[in-house]
């Protein structure tokens, strides 16, 4: 049974010659001590329950800020891993801009080196063929002189005679023409 408050303000005892029924005061002392007792239980029960939630409510507090904590660090490591990244990223394009260049330039180069060879290539091609012109016209010559030469001179049987490879004719007991004559 719960007793309040009030109950124990409207409570009225039997009365006797000699002042109140003693079993009735007790019994309601009785009661308010198991209500107290009960109080008493239940009063403990919630101040250890309200110690558990501050405890877990601490608990709590404290998993949050070292939530917290953690969120801060990662934002920074990631901020740091970004910043890295994009340090890497631009070391590695400029060192692929100068590898370009460089190849670039060793192709200009080598470009310039090839014009060289193929002009140097045409030059000697021309002084070889002026040169091989000049020897054809040079033997032309010598060829129109010996034909004169020939028409003139007196030795007009010289052109109908075998020349040494032909027909064996070198092994003749005649001789050679320089030697007949």
Same mark, same amino acid.
């Given at each position: 049974?719960?007793? %309040?408050?009030?109950?124990?303000?409207?409570?009225?005892?039997? %009365?006797?010659?000699?002042?109140?029924?003693?079993?009735?005061?007790?019994? #309601?002392?009785?009661?308010?001590?198991?209500?107290?007792?009960?109080?008493?239980?239940?009063?403990?029960?919630?101040?250890?329950? $309200?110690?558990?939630?501050? @405890?877990?409510?601490?608990?709590?507090?404290?998993?949050?800020?070292?939530?917290?904590?953690? $969120?801060? %660090?990662?934002?920074?490591? %990631?901020?740091?891993?970004?910043?890295? @990244?994009?340090?890497?990223?631009?070391?590695?394009?400029?060192? @692929?801009?100068?590898? @370009?260049?460089?190849?670039?330039?060793?192709?200009?180069?080598?470009?310039?080196? $090839?014009?060289?060879?193929?002009?140097?290539?045409?030059?000697?091609?021309?002084? #070889?063929?002026?040169? $091989?012109?000049?020897?054809?016209?040079?033997?032309?010559?010598?060829?129109?002189?010996?034909?004169?030469?020939?028409?003139?001179?007196?030795?007009?049987?010289?052109?109908?005679?075998?020349?040494?490879?032909?027909?064996?004719?070198?092994?003749?007991?005649?001789?050679?023409?320089?030697?007949?004559?």
């Amino acid at each position: 049974m719960n007793i %309040t408050p009030i109950d124990i303000q409207q409570q009225q005892f039997k %009365t006797r010659p000699l002042g109140y029924d003693k079993a009735g005061v007790d019994r #309601f002392l009785e009661l308010i001590a198991d209500e107290l007792e009960r109080l008493h239980k239940e009063r403990q029960e919630l101040r250890e329950e $309200l110690s558990r939630s501050r @405890a877990a409510v601490e608990e709590m507090r404290e998993r949050e800020a070292t939530m917290k904590e953690t $969120l801060v %660090t990662t934002q920074k490591m %990631t901020d740091e891993l970004k910043a890295n @990244a994009r340090r890497e990223s631009e070391i590695i394009i400029a060192d @692929a801009q100068l590898r @370009a260049e460089r190849i670039v330039r060793d192709a200009d180069e080598r470009r310039i080196q $090839l014009i060289g060879e193929i002009q140097e290539i045409k030059r000697q091609k021309i002084s #070889f063929e002026s040169s $091989l012109r000049a020897l054809v016209e040079s033997h032309m010559r010598m060829l129109d002189l010996e034909v004169l030469q020939v028409e003139k001179g007196s030795d007009a049987n010289l052109l109908e005679e075998p020349l040494p490879f032909e027909d064996g004719s070198a092994d003749d007991d005649e001789g050679s023409p320089a030697e007949r004559e």
